[in-house]
C-alpha cells in the first residue's frame, strides 16, 4: 500500500513540475528567417502568393502530389488556404496533422531597387498543456533549418528567371 501512495504521489508532484516548467514557455510561438532577393515585387509576388507555384522551390512539394479542393490546398498530412493578400505580403493558414494551425506569413520589402528582403514567419499558438508547450521547442530547430532551404531555393529561382 505503501509502494502504491508513493508512485501516486510522486507522480503528482513529477506532473506538477513540468507543468510548472512548462508554463514558463510562451503560449504563442513565431519562427521567422529572412533572405534578400534580387527580383522584382512582381516577380516574388507570383511565386510566393500562388500555391501553385510553390512546386518550384518547395522541396516538399516536388516530393507530394497536392490536391485542391475548394479553395484550399492538400498536401501530404497539411492543409493550406489564403488568408489574406496585399501588395507586399501574403498570409495563409496552414495546418499540419497533429499540431495547433500556424498562420505563414511572407512580406517582401524593398531595400534599393530590383533587391528585397524576403520575410517568411511561422505563428502558432499553443495552449497550457505541457506537451504542446515542450513540442514547440522543436520549432526553431526543425522549421528554421527547412525555412532556411527553402528561401535559398527560392532566391535561386528568382535568380534564374531574372537572369532570362
Excluded: C
Excluded at 35 to 41: K, L
Excluded at 53 to 81: C, F, H, P, R
Excluded at 98 to 105: A, E, F, H, N, W
Aim: aromatic residues 12%; hydrophobic residues 45%; neutral net charge.
Amino acid at each position: 500500500m505503501r509502494l502504491i501512495k508513493l508512485i501516486i504521489i510522486s507522480l503528482l508532484v513529477l506532473g506538477t513540475i513540468v507543468t510548472g516548467i512548462s508554463a514558463l514557455f510562451p503560449s504563442t510561438v513565431i519562427v521567422s528567417r529572412a533572405m534578400e532577393v534580387g527580383a522584382n515585387r512582381a516577380q516574388i509576388q507570383h511565386y510566393v502568393s500562388d500555391l501553385n507555384e510553390w512546386k518550384n522551390w518547395m522541396s516538399d512539394w516536388k516530393e507530394n502530389k497536392a490536391q485542391w479542393k475548394d479553395s484550399t490546398l492538400y498536401i501530404g498530412t497539411q492543409t493550406i488556404k489564403l488568408a489574406d493578400k496585399s501588395d507586399s505580403s501574403v498570409s495563409f493558414n496552414w495546418v499540419a496533422t497533429g499540431q495547433r494551425p500556424y498562420l505563414v506569413k511572407f512580406e517582401w520589402i524593398p531595400l534599393q531597387t530590383g533587391i528585397y528582403v524576403i520575410h517568411w514567419s511561422f505563428e502558432q499558438h499553443v495552449k497550457w498543456y505541457p506537451w504542446e508547450k515542450f513540442q514547440t521547442l522543436l520549432n526553431e530547430k526543425v522549421l528554421g533549418y527547412k525555412m532556411e532551404m527553402e528561401l535559398a531555393s527560392l532566391r535561386d529561382l528568382l535568380l534564374e528567371e531574372s537572369n532570362k
